[in-house]
């Protein structure tokens, strides 16, 4: 079945220690997403892709970049976790046309410790 | 940036029973897509229904309909013979039709369906 896939499931890093969530798609969509979400609240967008080109979202922190190296594979590189960065982090992909939803994938539990 | 606000943090319904869940949206574009996600306890989101602006007709998907009052901005989804399976939070998203890819989501509803 065609779907988005995020690896691990869940990832537990330490203060400031480097941690890369990953995101797979066999959907072969143009588009890629990277939210984060808090408990009990809206998925906060962080960035997306639309084929390589990178969109930042203005209140992105720097702390947080992502790669996208072929049209299969995100990134999600956080530099130097806070304790406020743990949180859902969700991919989700798109075809660049505006009429269609977003597929999600089943998110990356975050803890930092 | 469009903003979706959602007023009903939490709703309850009786199993077997219908539920309205509210959604409005500010915005100034005349052309856009209106979507309702849900998202089970611990499993991904999932699309549950879609509007386009420019349709008058409201968009149903099973036991799923939808309130779309453009002039209002307002987008209210209908959950009709409510079952357990329908537990989740459920989000209201909107998607502008001419300005890039985002999606802006409201803070979201949470279901509780009661046997």
């Known amino acids: 079945d065609a779907m988005v896939i995020q690896n691990p499931r869940y990832q537990v890093t330490q203060f400031g220690k480097p941690v890369t969530l990953s995101c797979s798609q066999t959907?072969?969509?143009?588009?890629m997403y990277w939210y984060q979400q808090k408990s009990s609240q809206a998925p906060k967008l962080l960035f997306h892709?639309?084929?390589?080109?990178?969109?930042n979202e203005a209140d992105t922190p720097d702390n947080f970049q992502s790669r996208r190296p072929n049209t299969s594979f995100c990134f999600l590189d956080i530099r130097s976790p806070g304790l406020g960065d743990a949180a859902m982090y969700l991919c989700?992909?798109?075809?660049?046309?505006?009429?269609?939803?977003?597929?999600f994938g089943p998110g990356t539990r975050l803890t930092v410790l | 940036a469009q903003t979706v606000t959602q007023s009903q943090p939490e709703m309850s319904v009786q199993e077997a029973e219908t539920v309205t869940l509210s959604c409005t949206y500010d915005?100034?574009?005349?052309?856009?897509?209106l979507f309702w996600y849900k998202q089970p306890p611990s499993r991904q989101m999932i699309l549950v229904i879609r509007?386009?602006?420019?349709?008058?007709q409201n968009a149903t998907e099973n036991r799923f309909s939808v309130n779309f009052q453009k002039a209002a901005k307002s987008f209210s989804l209908k959950i009709s013979d409510s079952q357990l399976g329908d537990a989740a939070m459920y989000f209201c998203a909107y998607r502008s039709a001419n300005t890039g890819n985002q999606f802006y989501f409201g803070t979201g509803t949470s279901l509780t369906v009661i046997p």
């Open positions: 509007q386009e602006a420019y349709k008058q």
């Open positions: 892709y639309y084929d390589k080109d990178f969109n």
């Open positions: 989700a992909t798109s075809v660049g046309a505006t009429y269609n939803e977003q597929f």
């Open positions: 959907l072969n969509h143009n588009v």
């Open positions: 915005t100034s574009e005349s052309d856009y897509y």
